[in-house]
């Protein structure tokens, strides 16, 4: 599933490709894709006025309203010239005024949704960005002070930071020098700070390097995910730690498949 640095990618894409052009029409293949079909009816005539993130999901900021895009497992954008020969696995194509826009969904798990209020949409989904200046050591400690759950699980929660997955997730525990099986109750107010610095520092050297094409996600519109050749844990099991050689381990965490190195990541 893409996660934050993939989807940034693509909005970043997305704003360059469709920002002031107009939605004349849209054509639907699979149902289940378009949430409230009705709403996105009534979008119609209307133009592309910002393309941005939440968490997650990508935003098209229309001239009344907010398209929220969740691409889930495999979704995925190509830009078309008009009336092109439509892939059987575009479930939704936007026809814009001098181009189309098919949005491909292997896997069907992708929705489309009109929001009037988007903080009222996100308001029980998402903790706060990466960047915001809310999330603070104090926030994290309070978030997790009551919660036996493990460190990866917690940053996986997307009511509590918003963006990570299980890719970033196993590289941040990485670079905090953490086990990803520490409770998260245990952890001190100074690691939490280590924490919010590590979280930046790993989403922002992915989104620099347009992301990573682990499985079958790509950014369909031109870019192409560069950040596996600096991955340190993710997918390496029986791999030598890049720190200290030592064979990274296989586990599962909350159902998750994760890697870390037993030497450099240490439970509190």
């Known amino acids: 599933m893409p996660e934050l640095p993939e989807v940034e990618t693509v909005v970043l894409i997305l704003d360059e490709q469709i920002k002031g052009h107009q939605l004349l029409d849209h054509s639907v293949y699979w149902d289940k894709t378009i949430v409230n079909h ?17 968490g997650k999901y990508i935003l098209w900021q229309m001239e009344t309203s907010n398209i929220v895009i969740h691409l889930r497992m495999e979704g995925k954008f190509y830009k078309l010239e008009k009336n092109a020969a439509r892939n059987k696995h575009s479930h939704v194509i936007f026809h814009f005024d001098d181009f189309d826009l098919a949005f491909n969904d292997t896997r ?17 989904k ?4 990466p960047w915001d200046e809310h999330l603070t050591k104090e926030y ?5 002070k009551s919660r036996k759950v493990h460190l990866k699980t917690f940053l ?10 299980n890719i970033y997730a196993d590289e941040i525990c990485f670079k905090l020098k953490l086990s990803p099986f520490t409770r998260v109750h245990h952890i001190p107010l100074y690691k ?3 924490c919010i610095e ?12 347009g992301g990573t094409t682990v499985r079958s996600y790509t950014a369909s519109l031109g870019i192409t995910g560069r950040f596996q050749l600096q991955i340190h844990v993710y997918g390496r099991a029986n791999q030598p730690c890049h720190t200290c050689n030592t064979a990274l381990i296989k586990s599962v965490v909350g159902q998750r498949s994760t890697v870390y190195c037993p030497k450099c990541q240490k439970r509190i």
């Not at 009705?38 to 939440?54: D, F, I, P, T, Y």
């Not at 069907?108 to 029980?124: N, P, Q, W």
């Open 156 to 165: 996986l929660d997307q009511s509590v930071i918003a963006g990570i997955g």
């Open 126 to 129: 998402l903790g706060f960005e």
């Open 192 to 194: 939490w700070e280590e």
């Open 38 to 54: 009705q709403e996105l009816l009534a979008l119609h005539g209307q133009k592309v006025m910002r393309v941005s993130r939440r």
């Open 198 to 209: 590590s979280t930046r520092q790993v989403l922002a050297e992915a989104i620099a390097s």
């Open 108 to 124: 069907k798990f992708g929705r489309i949704e009109v929001s009037h209020d988007l903080d009222h949409y996100f308001s029980h």
């Open 140 to 144: 994290l400690r309070d978030k997790a």
